[in-house]
């Protein structure tokens, strides 16, 4: 029957965003007037804003030198007594053309085009303007012109589109009141309090309020055509920023040595090379270590080239003995994979990037990821 | 606000703002007439293979 088709009944949850009318329009969140408090720091300037909603919070940060400009935004719990779940997103709206064109990254890596209303390899009929328009964004979504660009970058994935031109939006919370029947069996409405168990072993009652998130934004602007540039140059450090340990120690006491720096690398890598992975291995004095080039073909006027490394000259306080190029699992040695694996093309082994005789100097190529299993000796 | 990097300057307003959503299998009319209109269409596109 049509109305208990899967297709009408079709809810938001879990696994699926699809509001309760398929082109429905952003209900937007006014700014509190007079609501904004803004800080000089010393590292920059701070704007926290209030909204007519309590439950949204933003600071918005200029730091010094950064080239970007953070916004870090708190939501929740999201209020439910109306009966209507609520996808919360931000919307950055800007003069940039797009073309109903915009970018977002495949974890993190290689950059895909994206079409509003658009599929690259069938033609679509649009039922969903807005979810259908939606996409995952791992890393950082732009969108560009002739004259200008606009990056933002997440700090989690979450989902994300260009739903008018010019325009980009993220969505950063999210609570619903029904199931979207995939498997969970329950609306995604998850509370600080905890649940009761499932039955037959309890009632799956919810205690509390709804969940609070922080996250944070970096948008950034540039020149036109420049968009994957300017996600790339930042997208690493908003993934790995700075993990922060606090340790106790007797106040009487000496406190532990303190080293106001420290590097696991000989010096800067270039701009383009990130190090993937330097792990110390069961056996002693071999470490798996991968390094990975950072920019797409043609991303990058400069940083798009190929780049030669020398992994004898990486690591302080090691001598490099041996080092063997593996598979990017580092389960099998990339030679003997390479000379044993099924022919699919018939055009023999594939190409490898440069690497020297004994495998120390190599170049990597746009996207590229290598991995080696180093001999190192302590100095 | 605006930003300015590599001599652009671009004029960027930021916004929040959500989307709502409630139990489809609960409501026959309001929000759904829309989302029923869409399904018909479905439906018709379906036949229209045999």
């Known amino acids: 029957m049509l109305t208990n088709s899967p297709i009408f009944i079709q809810n938001s949850g879990a696994y699926i965003f699809r509001p309760s009318t398929p082109g429905q329009k952003l209900k937007t969140i006014d700014y509190l007037q007079r609501g904004a408090k803004f800080f000089k720091r010393k590292w920059g300037w701070e704007v926290q804003a209030q909204f007519k909603e309590p439950w949204i919070q933003q600071t918005t940060r200029v730091l010094n030198n950064a080239s970007y400009i953070e916004v870090e935004y708190t939501i929740g719990p999201i209020p439910i007594g109306d009966g209507r779940g609520k996808e919360i997103v931000t919307r950055l709206v800007t003069p940039i053309q797009s073309d109903a064109t915009f970018f977002t990254d495949s974890n993190g890596r290689e950059f895909f085009e994206r079409k509003r209303d658009h599929r690259p390899s069938w033609p679509i009929e649009v039922f969903e303007p807005v979810s259908g328009n939606y996409y995952p964004i791992n890393a950082a979504i732009y969108i560009e012109d002739e004259n200008a660009s606009l990056a933002v970058l997440t700090d989690r994935t979450q989902g994300g589109g260009s739903i008018l031109d010019g325009s980009v939006e993220l969505m950063a919370q999210r609570r619903l009141l029904a199931d979207d029947q995939r498997g969970v069996k329950e609306p995604l409405n998850e509370t600080a309090g905890g649940v009761n168990p499932y039955p037959p072993y309890g009632d799956a009652t919810r205690y509390g309020e709804g969940m609070v998130v922080r996250g944070n934004y970096r948008i950034m602007v540039g020149k036109g055509k420049s968009g994957a540039s300017l996600a790339r140059s930042e997208m690493d450090r908003a993934f790995s920023s700075p993990l922060i340990f606090v340790a106790s120690a007797p106040s009487a006491g000496s406190a532990p040595p303190i080293k106001a720096t420290h590097s696991g690398l000989m010096g800067h890598l270039p701009p383009n090379v990130m190090l993937v992975t330097f792990k110390k291995l069961d056996r002693p004095k071999y470490y798996l270590v991968r390094l990975a080039h950072q920019y797409g073909v043609g991303e990058d006027a400069k940083l798009s080239r190929n780049v030669t490394l020398d992994l004898a000259f990486l690591f302080p306080g090691f001598k490099l003995a041996n080092a063997t190029e593996y598979t990017l699992s580092a389960n099998r040695k990339w030679n003997d994979w390479q000379h044993k694996r099924f022919d699919w093309t018939g055009l023999g082994p594939l190409p490898k990037s440069p690497i020297s005789d004994d495998n120390t100097i190599f170049t990597l190529q746009p996207m590229e990821v290598r991995t080696f299993v180093l001999k190192m000796e302590a100095k | ?50």
């Open chain 2, 1 to 50: 606000m605006s930003i300015t990097a590599d001599n652009v300057a671009l004029h960027v307003s930021q916004s929040w703002g959500y989307y709502t959503s409630f139990d489809a299998t609960m409501d026959q009319s309001g929000d759904n007439t829309a989302r029923a209109q869409q399904v018909r269409t479905l439906r018709v596109d379906f036949l229209s293979f045999h």
